[in-house]
């Protein structure tokens, strides 16, 4: 129940494109659902985060969908770029105290320029 | 502004022995949370620190234990090392409870 499952695991597309990656949960307490990207060599960079209580946020080419029904959030990124390329985790925290993160698998985008 | 900043960059060390990770949390932050991040998975939360006093642990054995200081900084031990415990060490720093927590760029640890 504490899990999150990402999807897909790896990604290829071409300068210009959309890329879609995909989380799923279980646990109903998860309140604060982040996305990190990752660069081979460094840490986790926060890209962008929602809530429950809206539906999608965005800022700049970075989207979340948010599914609330389905436990299902999923990162948009419009016109990727070959510098978007590197691994994206999608995150799930509750409060009561103590903001753990679960993490998911990561998913590793390849823009091709 | 500065950031989080952990030390050293990348350790090597046997089977057996103890290993001391160290982690300054960004300016303003007094509370640090320490993750493991095997090849190729998520970072997995091992605890997290607020006020110099442990506030949540993840599923990690005893022997890896951490310390808040004063200054809030942080530190990470391993205890009785073992090969699986070869990984990326990330400590990440908030702002009391808050929930946005910023990265550090990692220990790597390769035991042997």
Known sequence: ?113 | ETGVTQSPTHLIKTRGQQVTLRCSSQSGHNTVSWYQQALGQGPQFIFQYYREEENGRGNFPPRFSGLQFPNYSSELNVNALELDDSALYLCASSSGLAVEQYFGPGTRLTVT
């Open chain 1, 1 to 113: 129940q504490q899990q999150v499952k990402q999807s897909p695991q790896s990604l290829i597309v071409q300068k210009g494109g959309i890329s879609i990656i995909n989380c799923a949960y279980e646990n109903t307490a998860f309140d604060y659902f982040p996305w990190y990207q990752q660069f081979p060599g460094k840490g986790p960079a926060l890209l962008i985060a929602i809530r429950p209580d809206v539906s999608e946020k965005k800022e700049g080419r970075f989207t979340i969908s948010f599914n609330k029904s389905a436990k299902q959030f999923s990162l948009h990124i419009m016109d990727s770029q070959p510098g978007d390329s590197a691994t994206y985790f999608c995150a799930a925290s509750t409060g009561a105290g103590t903001y753990k993160y679960i993490f998911g698998t990561g998913t590793r985008l390849k823009v091709l320029a």
